[in-house]
């Protein structure tokens, strides 16, 4: 039983019903800040959280549940009686468990819906709006109509690119994705991508310089890095001012293969570079600028470049701009 005690991942305390410790295992200790069983309950249970007090669990039947932060941990406490050999309540058990992870996963998915309603709340707010116009009477005058059916198409094609983003995540969480490798050549299929872009890059008169040995092949699933490439390059092109410049290059180095894709764009910040592989993070200032999408481009790229044992790091100064860098092995 001892070594038991000692060694379980969740702290155990046991105390009788005045309250004095009868006997606490290291994990438990340690979450209290407790030196010797000599202490009384109450006097330390107060480190973790002030709720609770042996009273308070006597006022609770002996049952109880709760949650406590202590330096950036979460921990559930559960406690429950124990019996004597007179068959009476004895004392209680308390058992912490730390639940840190769980709970940060848990946030993260409420922000996570909580994103996707709000992406897609914007288009149909306005496809409602401007078909509800057309029904009241724009719909007589040609110009108005036209402009407003313009609007309510691109609003469902924006609905349905944030709708195919979230179907390809959500089938990578459930590994549900097939990945075929084959190889790729890679001047082949960065020219593919160019003229993919092609309409952005003549909108915007952007100077495309291409170094890439016609020798380079890679192994990868050929959608994953069409959309790899496509999601990098394509911000390339989205963050770069007017007649900006885009260098995508390649080269062997040991056993890898390093692509770099950089532009002389508007840059991000130091604070935001971590951030950017989130799902749904957006700088605020290509927020503010009406720049970009929903921020799922390069989350999207991070777990495909994942799947296959790759990386993506991001060098970057704000206003000179950004360097995307991905790191295939052979
Ligand atoms: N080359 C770049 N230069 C400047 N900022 C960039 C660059 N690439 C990405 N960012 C910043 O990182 C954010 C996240 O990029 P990501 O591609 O994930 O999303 P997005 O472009 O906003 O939307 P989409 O899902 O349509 O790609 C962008 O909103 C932008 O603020
Ligand atoms: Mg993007």
């Known amino acids: 039983m001892e070594t038991t005690f000692t060694y379980m991942a969740d702290g155990v305390l046991t105390v009788d019903l005045t309250g004095n410790i009868i006997h606490a295992n290291p994990v438990a200790k340690n979450i ?4 010797s069983t000599d202490e009384k309950f109450n006097d330390v249970i107060v480190n973790l959280k002030d709720s609770i007090s042996i009273e308070h669990i006597k006022s609770k039947g002996y049952h109880g549940t709760d949650l406590a932060e202590k330096n950036g941990e979460t921990y559930n406490i559960d406690y429950a009686p124990f019996m004597n050999n007179k068959n009476e309540i004895g004392g209680v058990i308390v058992v912490f468990k730390n639940i840190t992870e769980q709970h940060r996963i848990d946030k993260l998915q409420k922000e996570f819906v909580a994103n996707v309603s709000h992406e897609l709340k914007t288009p149909i707010t306005t496809i409602k709006s401007y078909s509800e116009t057309l029904l009241d009477g724009a719909l007589e005058e040609k110009e108005t109509a036209e402009e407003f059916l313009n609007v309510i198409n691109s609003e469902s094609d924006r609905m349905t690119r944030l709708v195919t983003d979230l179907l390809r995540l959500s089938k990578m969480d459930y590994e549900q994705t097939n990945w075929n490798k084959e190889r790729i050549n890679l001047q082949d299929m960065v020219n593919m991508i160019i003229k993919k872009l092609q309409i952005q890059i003549n909108e915007k008169n952007i100077n495309i ?39 995508i290059s390649a080269k062997k180095d040991n056993k890898n293969v390093v692509v770099s894709i950089k532009d002389d764009g508007q840059g991000i910040p ?17 927020r503010a600028r009406g720049l970009g999408g929903t921020g799922l481009g390069l989350s999207i790229a991070k777990e495909i470049a994942e799947a296959h044992n790759c990386s993506i790091t991001v060098n970057s100064r704000i206003d000179k701009g950004t360097e995307m860098i991905i790191t295939i092995p052979e």
């Open 32 to 35: 209290l800040s407790l030196e």
């Open 209 to 247: 310089h291409l170094n890439i040995p016609d020798d380079i092949n890679i192994m990868f699933d050929r959608d994953g890095f069409e959309q790899i490439l496509l999601n990098i390059a394509g911000n390339a092109v989205n963050y770069t001012l007017e007649k900006g410049n885009v260098w």
């Open 270 to 286: 130091k604070e935001d570079q971590d951030r950017i592989f989130e799902r749904f993070y957006r700088v605020e200032k290509a």
